[in-house]
């Protein structure tokens, strides 16, 4: 009878079985990302007709924000309850329907939070009665009771495991967080990490842990040991020392399937790879694990030997598609230089049409580029490629003649123009192109919507050790720390914090632990040994230079022997802070996966105090995604500037309602359903630049109680 019914209804039943796979989010918003991080709602009591009418239903204010601090989590939302991050990491449960705390746990209870640990989501586990919240906080995974917030102490050790577990002697005093939730496969927390984007770092291999006890499951290399798969595109040995490659952005589960799709990002040092000379994998890959095992079933590289930080930039997101007249099940990838790529979920073929380049070759000593490397030629990109004489700024004369002396002075070329001594253009920038925020998926009309930046940045490679000069406390921070803080110490805020002035925030003991442990993005220095690290202490915080022994130097930096650093992460801006390029300087696109042709695509996000002098629609940084709802809408906050919480309508891209946020919405909404009301929430924690000031509130937007019934 089955058979029969395939066989006349070939067609259909394919398409009907590829439609059952997929179980949307309904009420609750169970995952960060949406289920199988498609971002997608199926209510609809908020639609294109009443979206107007929106208003503000509840708003908590966790008061934990400090100067800088941000807010990257996407919520969950069981049974009524959202389980939520604060700025300074405390776990709260809400009441769904009215904002009002019902617990919260703070690993950190009576200590001081100064540096800033982002986290985009949590993870949640239920079994019956036992129902648990999985959150990352320093170097650990806590196991929280959702109902009462206490650790679960059967996990780990009294609650939480450390994230050290099964990475080797090499990393046990390395940087591994995990900023993005994991995924939950049976009763296995898969999870991916933060590591240094510096050497010494961790390497980035994916784990499984028990959800009842935290023990290790299994673990995948993503850099392999000697004679696993992929070892031969490194240098032998290299993965005692190297790290990264690791997934900070978060994993996509196809729970049906037992496929777990993991984006890793690139191998430390980021920008010069002279001493992992090869392709690297499963470095900038996608990678299709078996959930159950942690065996690769296929992966796919985006960028051979990266040396431009091409981080795949957020969780992938499981879609179907219409080919040849049958629906296929595929994985879509967002990247920062501004693609979207898909494969066939089983077998990893590419389903997007791909051309080989040939790309220019390092002039840099010892660095050696891979001479191809791969793009795909539709959908068309969604951000510009190329920064050129005739895109620059024409804001005012004076900043396009002043980007234009500069831009004369650096090195500008198409994707994969290899960082110089000199200086190149990277375009899109570090950050997007696409982001963490992740793509937004319509399953009904397979239309993709993806929010992106446009800026400009400069890349200059810059010697790092200096032969046997005198070596001084300044000479130590020109080699150890200018890369990210900048020779001027002003750093590149928010990601790389500002050390002007670091002596009045912080006491000297807090900045030498700093130097010595790291935290986040920054490596620790403790192996520079306690009189260097005494030195540059004092240089960061009195400014006084004191000489030290070069030679000893240079024995300490052995571990990588690398010849150059970078000299800061810089935007390329115009002497008013707005960037080089021409608007749109943020866009929001429509992609149909079935045809890849844009529906629609529009500048995102403006500068108020441009507004104000009649300048619109130039678009502006933004992060954290959209969700998009069977009701047609588009629910999205993320532009920096105008601190903005908007509402698409999905069809056409036409702006349907809007609203200031008390800080930027950085972050992706969850849509949700309680007592037969739909709300709309997102975090509001701005502070992404040091013009966006930081804010610790969560706040919810429903229909007025009497519009409820309408549909
Ligand atoms: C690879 C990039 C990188 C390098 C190299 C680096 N840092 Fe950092 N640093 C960071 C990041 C990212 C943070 C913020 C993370 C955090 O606070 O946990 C930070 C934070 C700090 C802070 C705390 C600032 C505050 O206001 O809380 C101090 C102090 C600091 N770094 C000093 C140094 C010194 C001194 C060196 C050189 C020995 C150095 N850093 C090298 C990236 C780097």
Redesign the pocket.
């Known amino acids: 009878m089955k058979i029969q019914t395939t066989l006349l209804l070939l067609g259909v039943t394919v398409a009907l079985h590829a439609a059952e796979s997929r179980q949307y989010a309904s009420k609750d918003w169970p995952a960060t990302s949406g289920v199988e991080g498609t971002h997608y709602s199926t209510l609809l009591q908020i639609n294109r007709k009443n979206a107007a009418k929106l208003q503000k239903a509840w708003q908590f204010d966790s008061g934990d924000e400090f100067d800088g601090s941000e807010m990257e989590c996407n919520p969950l939302v069981l049974d009524g309850v959202i389980y939520a991050t604060t700025p300074r990491l405390r776990v709260v449960a809400l009441d769904a329907a009215t904002g009002k705390m019902l617990w919260d746990f703070d690993a950190h209870k009576g200590q001081q939070v ?4 982002r986290n985009r989501g949590l993870t949640y586990w239920g079994d019956g009665d036992q129902r648990r919240i999985f959150v990352g906080i320093d170097s650990y995974i806590y196991a929280i009771s959702a109902k009462t917030g206490q650790p679960v102490s059967e996990f780990g050790e009294n609650g939480r495991l450390d994230l050290h577990e099964g990475l080797g002697e090499e990393a046990k005093d390395l940087t591994v967080q995990a900023t993005s939730p994991g995924v939950v496969y049976k009763d296995m927390l898969i999870q991916g990490t933060l590591a ?3 050497l010494p770092a961790a390497p980035g291999h994916i784990r499984a842990f028990d959800v009842h006890t935290g023990k290790m499951c299994w673990i995948f290399h993503t850099i392999p040991l000697p004679g696993e798969l992929g070892s031969e595109t490194w240098p032998k040995d290299a993965w005692k020392s190297i790290g990264g490659a690791n997934s900070w952005a978060g994993l996509t589960l196809d729970a049906k399937r037992g496929l777990v799709f993991v984006p890793t990002g690139s191998a430390a040092f980021d920008f010069y790879g002279a001493n992992r000379v090869g392709d690297n994998l499963f470095a900038n890959c996608l990678l299709a694990l078996d959930a159950k095992t942690g065996k690769r079933v296929w992966h796919y590289q985006f960028v051979k030997h990266d040396i431009w930080d091409r981080d795949l930039p957020a969780a992938p997101t499981l879609v179907q598609i219409k080919r040849g007249g049958r629906m296929v099940d595929a994985v879509a990838q967002i990247t920062k230089n501004g693609f979207v790529w898909m494969f066939d979920e089983e077998t990893g073929k590419p389903l997007v049409p791909l051309e080989t380049r040939q790309v220019p070759k390092s002039e840099v000593d010892g660095e050696v580029t891979s001479p191809t490397q791969v793009l795909p030629t539709a959908p068309k990109p969604f951000a510009r490629q190329q920064l050129t004489e005739e895109n620059l700024t024409n804001r005012t004369p004076e900043a396009h003649a002043a980007v234009l002396r500069q831009f004369q002075s650096v090195i500008s070329g198409p994707q994969f123009t290899p960082p110089s001594l000199k200086g190149t253009v990277m375009f899109p920038g570090f950050d997007g192109g696409g982001e963490w925020g992740g793509a937004a998926f319509d399953p009904k009309s397979h239309i993709l919507y993806i929010n992106a930046n446009e800026m400009p940045w400069i890349l200059r490679l810059v010697p790092r050790v200096v032969g046997t000069e005198a070596m001084t406390g300044s000479t ?2 020109r080699q ?2 200018s ?3 900048r020779l001027d110490m002003k750093g590149s805020p928010p ?3 500002s ?1 002007v002035d ?1 002596s009045s ?2 006491s000297r003991d807090q ?1 030498k632990a ?2 010595v442990n790291g ?5 620790g ?1 403790g192996r520079l040994g306690d009189d260097f690290v005494k030195a ?2 004092d240089y ?1 915080t009195t400014g006084k230079d004191v000489s030290l022994d070069g030679a000893e130097h240079q024995k300490k930096l052995s571990y990588a022997g690398l010849k150059y650093g970078i000299d800061g992460y810089n935007q390329f801006l115009d002497p008013q802070g707005y960037p080089a390029v021409g608007p749109p300087w943020g866009t929001l696109s429509a992609i149909n996966l079935d045809t890849l042709q844009y529906v629609w695509k529009q500048p995102f996000g403006e500068f108020p105090e441009l507004v104000a002098k009649g300048i619109r629609n130039t678009g502006s940084e933004n992060y954290g995604g959209g969700v998009v709802t069977a009701g047609g809408l588009l629910f999205i906050g993320a532009t920096d500037h105008d601190k903005k919480f908007h509402v698409f309508d999905s069809r056409t891209g036409k702006l349907l309602w809007e609203t200031e946020l008390p800080s930027g919405g950085n972050a992706t909404p969850a849509v949700y359903e309680v007592n037969g009301r739909e709300f709309v929430v997102i975090a509001a924690g701005g502070g992404r630049r040091g013009e966006t000031h930081s804010g610790g509130s969560y706040v919810a937007f429903a229909l007025p109680p009497s519009q409820n019934r309408s549909r």
């Open positions: 100064k540096g800033k640990q240094a984007e510096d130590l921070y150890n720390c890369g990210c803080h990601e790389f914090p050390l670091v925030r912080l900045v700093k130097v935290g986040g993005r920054m490596p220095f540059i202490v960061v």
